[in-house]
Antibody, heavy 118, light 110 residues
Framework: EVQLVESGGGLVQPGGSLRLSCAAS????????MTWVRQAPGKGLEWVSV???????YYADSVRGRFTISRDNSKNTVYLQMNSLRGEDTAVYYC????????????WGQGTLVTVSS | QTVVTQESSLSVSPGGTVTLTCGLS?????????PSWYQQTPGQAPRTLIY???TRSSGVPDRFSGSILGNKAALTITGAQADDESDYYC??????????FGGGTKLTVL
């Protein structure tokens, strides 16, 4: 059974950093593309970042230069390092697995809440 | 700045049919955008319904279907049920490793 479990969220001050983790089971992250999607309180979904099986990474304009996606194949885990955090980064962050050759997402974690506030 | 458009809200009667659409602020949606659809109820993670325009995700009932209608992607729900009352999001693949979500449609079943 495919499972994704996010962790690492919490309260952080503006300008601070946080690293989110997405632990996967039931499949191998390095053989799939993995993505992060966020949802600000009361708002819609926003795509944040993707890491492809080959290691290529891409980011939304809103986070490029501040966020870094990576993975640890030995731990079957994907990470999102978030630096220079702003109030508008406050959101529930979901990780999701990509659907091969379909540019979509088929399995989602339960999400982890990041609150940026002083 | 590409904007993906969705109806902000729609309603459907139990047992009825409703079509949600997903368009572009400039241009037409085609299968090349690999439109996909997600259902979300408050406090829950999104659930994948449709990907690659019209492929149902595992376990999704066949009353959910995807298509291209005119210049938009569409999600049609036939035989609507009370538990279909949710927020629905489409997302389009823009190429170069990026996606854009629509603003979501709040569907009411009444």
């Amino acid at each position: 059974e495919v499972q994704l479990v996010e962790s690492g969220g919490g309260l952080v001050q503006p300008g601070g950093s946080l690293r989110l983790s997405c632990a996967a089971s039931g499949f191998t992250v390095s053989r799939n593309y993995m993505t992060w999607v966020r949802q600000a309180p009361g708002k819609g979904l926003e795509w944040v970042s993707v890491i492809y099986s080959g290691g290529g990474t891409y980011y939304a304009d809103s986070v490029r230069g501040r966020f870094t996606i990576s993975r640890d194949n030995s731990k079957n885990t994907v990470y999102l390092q978030m630096n220079s955090l702003r109030g508008e980064d406050t959101a529930v962050y979901y990780c999701a697995r990509g659907v091969a050759a379909a540019f979509a997402f088929d399995h989602w974690g339960q999400g982890t809440l990041v609150t940026v506030s002083s | 700045q590409t904007v993906v458009t969705q109806e902000s809200s729609l309603s459907v009667s139990p047992g009825g049919t409703v079509t949600l659409t997903c368009g572009l602020s400039s241009g037409s949606v085609s299968t090349s955008y690999y439109p996909s659809w997600y259902q979300q109820t408050p406090g829950q993670a999104p659930r994948t319904l449709i990907y690659d325009t019209n492929t149902r995700s595992s376990g999704v009932p066949d009353r959910f279907s995807g298509s291209i209608l005119g210049n938009k992607a569409a999600l049609t729900i036939t035989g609507a049920q009370a538990d279909d009352e949710s927020d629905y999001y489409c997302v389009l693949y823009m190429g170069s490793g990026s996606w854009v979500f629509g603003g979501g449609t709040k569907l009411t079943v009444l």
